[in-house]
C-alpha cells in the first residue's frame, strides 16, 4: 500500500510544472451496481441495485487530474427461514465509499476521451438483519483500493456524457457453520451512466 501511496503522489508532483493548464470538473453518475457478498446459504439474495457515485478533480497536466469520489454501491437484500425461531430473517448490506486517487485521460478522436482511475477508498460496509420485530447492525470501515474506467462523449466544450466502471473491495464479518466470527471480503462494481462538467 506505501508503494502505491508513493507512486501516486510522485505522479501529481511530476505534474505540478502544467498547473498553468489547470481545470477543474466535477460530474455525478447512476447505474447498476452489485456488492458480491458470500450469501449462497440462504434462501434468497439480491446482490444487485441501483448506485451512484459523485465526482470531482482538478488537472494538474492536461492527461492527469486529483480526484475526489463518492460511490454508493446499492445494498443487497436478502432473506432465510430460521426453524428455531419458525420466522423469516431479512437481511440488507449497504457499501459506499470515500476515495481519492488520481485520474488520467487521452483523447480518442470524434469527441471521444477515455480515463482510467486509480486510488485508495474508505470503503464502509454497512450489514444489518431484522426478524420478530428485532434488528441488529454491524459496520465495517476499511482503506481498500478502487479503479476504474471509463469513456467520456463532448456534447459541448465543457460538458460531456460519461460512462464508467469502477470497482473495490469491501470487508466484513461473517459467521460460519460453527458460529465463529470470520472475516471476508466482497467486490463491489458500479457501472454507471452520468454527466461531467468541466469550468
Known sequence: MRTMLTALAAAAVVSIPAAAS?????????????????????????????????????????????????????????SDFDEELDATIRGSAKGRSLGLGVAASADVGGGLSAVARLGFARNRLELSASALGVSESDTTSATRPYFGLGLGYKVTPNVSIDVGFDTTRFRYTDVNDAGEDVRRSATARLLAVGLGMSF
Not at 460530474?27 to 447498476?32: D, K, L, P, Q
Open 22 to 78: 489547470a481545470q477543474g470538473y466535477v460530474g455525478a453518475a447512476v447505474g447498476a451496481a452489485r456488492i458480491n457478498v458470500d450469501c449462497s446459504d440462504l434462501d434468497s439474495c439480491d446482490k444487485t441495485s441501483t448506485g451512484w457515485k459523485a465526482f470531482g478533480g482538478w488537472r494538474v497536466h492536461p492527461n492527469l487530474a486529483v480526484e475526489a469520489v463518492y460511490m454508493d454501491f446499492g445494498k443487497v437484500k436478502a
